[in-house]
């Protein structure tokens, strides 16, 4: 029950996190004010996870004060998911306000029981006397009881008993109801994205840079962050210079290759996302099948001598190294390695030199970092 929920509000935070937050033409389609633009969402997702356990886990009681201080985290938490449920409600425009909410008996129902007994146990309206409401000793662990004298009862007693269970199960439906709902929104939201992100695939070939670039920068401005000099100022710096080395056009080429290559993922990830949780049954499981005659023991003595294996050159240490712009003393120890690795590769030992004198030029040393990098891994 608690993982149904828990997995839906992971997936409406995983499409904030990764569309709403980045992309402007994703903040547009929702109420994306000053407000949410500080901790405020995030602090409604935490407060939803951190009173899961409180609702769906419920505590065994060994005195009446647990007893009664489980039921009021109980209540209290299911009061405040509902206005928290509201609010997402709100935010995502979802056309769905209070009053609506409180037609569903599974909102109303649950709210009035919290109402009764924690938030108002005594009512006054303009100075009558309304009701009062005392926790019961009869209830239990799995029972809510109380005790209760309104106005609509002429003042008499009653005794009120909700079983626990039904109360979890009406939010766990209530929950599971309007979480539908924002991400039946999230999905439009992303459908229509899915669609500015094909237009500009189409759009890689026939647009200049410059055009290509102004577009990026309202519908898909976190290319912009996808390396270190993809800023758009940076691109442009070097473009205009693609024609005077090789270092330059290989950046526009990365460029347009790690675009190609993010858009196509980012198109995935938006219909994975919507995903539902797959739960494993035991029967799915296939183990492997172990015949033991199969397995062989070779006795080292037995072994013929050959050949030593060759232990192929790695880059990875030195390239890890120098990828951040360092201290002129740190460059050129790790870079005098790997020119001794690549003594005889002279794009390599030409770029180091570059980068060397310009360590604190973003464009020049970054430029022939990459070319390196190309150059070593085959990338090209």
């Known amino acids: 029950m608690k993982e149904d929920v828990k997995y839906k509000l992971d997936q409406i935070a995983n499409v904030w996190n990764d569309f709403i937050w980045e992309y ?22 935490s407060y939803f996870q951190d009173t899961f356990d409180i609702i769906f886990d419920n505590s065994e009681s060994k005195s009446y004060s647990d007893k009664f201080s489980n039921q009021i985290s109980l209540l209290q938490s299911i009061y405040v998911q509902q206005d928290f449920i509201e609010e997402l409600l709100i935010i995502f425009k ?3 306000d209070k009053g609506e909410l ?18 108002h146990p005594i009512r006054k309206n303009r100075g009558q006397f309304i009701s009062s409401c005392l926790f019961s000793y009869e209830g239990r662990s799995d029972k809510i009881a109380y005790l209760r004298y309104h106005k609509d009862n002429n003042y008499e007693f009653e005794s009120m008993e909700f079983e626990i269970s039904d109360i979890v199960l009406r939010h766990r439906d209530f929950l599971i109801k309007y979480f539908d709902k924002i991400l039946d929104k999230l999905k439009r ?4 994205f899915v669609k ?4 500009l695939e189409v759009l890689l070939n026939s647009k200049s840079f410059e055009e290509l670039l102004n577009i990026l920068t309202v519908f898909y401005e976190t290319i912009f962050k996808y390396d270190f000099i993809y800023d758009k100022e940076s691109l442009l710096n070097i ?7 090789r270092r330059y056009q290989n950046i526009i080429d990365n460029f347009y290759r790690d675009l190609k290559s993010s858009l196509k993922e980012k198109k995935e990830y938006a219909i994975e996302v919507f995903e539902p949780n797959k739960i494993f049954e035991e029967f799915e499981i296939e183990r492997p099948e172990f015949d033991i005659k199969i397995i062989k023991f070779i006795d080292a003595s037995t072994r013929t001598k050959t050949e030593k294996t060759e232990i192929p050159v790695t880059y990875n240490y030195e390239l890890g190294k120098i990828a951040t712009k360092r201290n002129i003393i740190d460059f050129r120890h790790f870079g005098g390695t790997l020119k001794r690795k690549c003594a005889e590769n002279q794009t390599v030992l030409n770029e180091l030199e570059h980068m060397e004198l310009n360590i604190d030029d973003e464009i020049e040393y970054f430029s022939a970092f990459k070319l390196i990098w190309n150059e070593l891994n085959n990338d090209d």
Do not use: A, M, P
């Open 189 to 192: 939201i992303l459908s229509s």
């Open 24 to 45: 402007g033409i994703c903040k547009k389609t929702i109420k994306f004010t000053s407000d949410i633009q500080t901790n405020y969402f995030g602090d409604i997702l």
């Open 196 to 199: 500015e992100l094909e237009n």
């Open 102 to 119: 409180k037609k569903d008996s599974n909102y109303f129902i649950n709210r009035e029981i919290r109402n009764e007994l924690v938030g």
């Open 94 to 96: 979802c056309g769905i």
């Open 239 to 245: 473009y205009s210079r693609k024609d005077e080395h």
